[in-house]
Nanobody, 112 residues
Framework: VQLVESGGGSVQAGGSLRLTCVGY????????MGWFRQAPGKGPEWVSG????????FYSESVKGRFTISRDNAKNTLYLQMNSLKPEDTAVYYC???????WGQGTQVTVS
C-alpha cells in the first residue's frame, strides 16, 4: 500500500492550493480517508476526513469554511482544496487511511 501526496508549494496569504493524494495497491473506496498536518515544532494535527463514499465530510475548526475535502474512488485519489490560506496553515500535509496504518510521505505547504 502506498499513498503519494502532491500539490504543495509556497503561496502568499489569501492564496489557494489543491493537494492530491493517490493511492496504490489498495481498494480506495473501502477506507475512510483523512488529511493531517504537522507544523514546525508542533505535533500532528487532524485537518479533515471523508467517508468511504465521499458523501460525508469533516473539518477541524481551524480550517472549516476554507478547506474542502473530496475524493474520486475511480481514480484512487483524495483531494484537499485549500482557499484563503493563512501563515498558520504552514505545515507538512499528509493523507492517511488510518484504519490500515497507511500514510503518505507528506507535501510541504508554506504560506507567507
Amino acid at each position: 500500500v502506498q499513498l503519494v501526496e502532491s500539490g504543495g508549494g509556497s503561496v502568499q496569504a489569501g492564496g489557494s492550493l489543491r493537494l492530491t493524494c493517490v493511492g496504490y495497491n489498495l481498494d480506495y473506496n473501502n477506507y475512510y480517508m483523512g488529511w493531517f498536518r504537522q507544523a514546525p515544532g508542533k505535533g500532528p494535527e487532524w485537518v479533515s476526513g471523508i467517508n468511504r463514499s465521499g458523501t460525508t465530510t469533516f473539518y477541524s475548526e481551524s480550517v472549516k469554511g476554507r478547506f474542502t475535502i473530496s475524493r474520486d474512488n475511480a481514480k484512487n485519489t483524495l483531494y484537499l482544496q485549500m482557499n484563503s490560506l493563512k501563515p498558520e496553515d504552514t505545515a507538512v500535509y499528509y493523507c492517511a487511511a488510518r484504519s490500515i496504518g497507511a500514510w503518505g510521505q507528506g507535501t510541504q505547504v508554506t504560506v507567507s
